[in-house]
């Protein structure tokens, strides 16, 4: 299992417009394609303005496959648009974590 990790960091104050704009016409085609996130969060301490999510994938094929589905969607397409022209968007950062096996590793729960 792979988790896409991004961070999007937003101009001062846009936290919300971007927020309401992606629920209304972002989430529900990532769902489509991507199903629901591993999580989504505002950033409270250290770097503002920040907006994090994460996706879970079986592997960067998976990941691929179903990233391909969604930029093919057409209300995808017209939301990311929409998004980019609102301008909230300063940077935005992609990580692929790699989950680890702990207990493939020797590791016990109750030492």
Known sequence: MIVDLRTYTLGIGAVP???QRYA?????AQKRHLGPPLGYYTTEVGTLSQVVHLWQYENM??????????????QWRA????SLADG???R???TILNAVNLA?????ADR
């Open 104 to 108: 493939a590793l020797g590791a016990e």
């Open 79 to 82: 939301y990311k648009a929409r």
């Open 92 to 94: 935005q950062e992609n």
């Open 24 to 28: 209304r016409e972002g989430l529900p």
């Open 61 to 74: 094929a998976d990941r691929e496959q179903r990233r391909r589905a969604l930029e093919d969607d057409a």
């Open 88 to 90: 909230h968007v300063i």
């Open 17 to 19: 417009a971007f927020l």
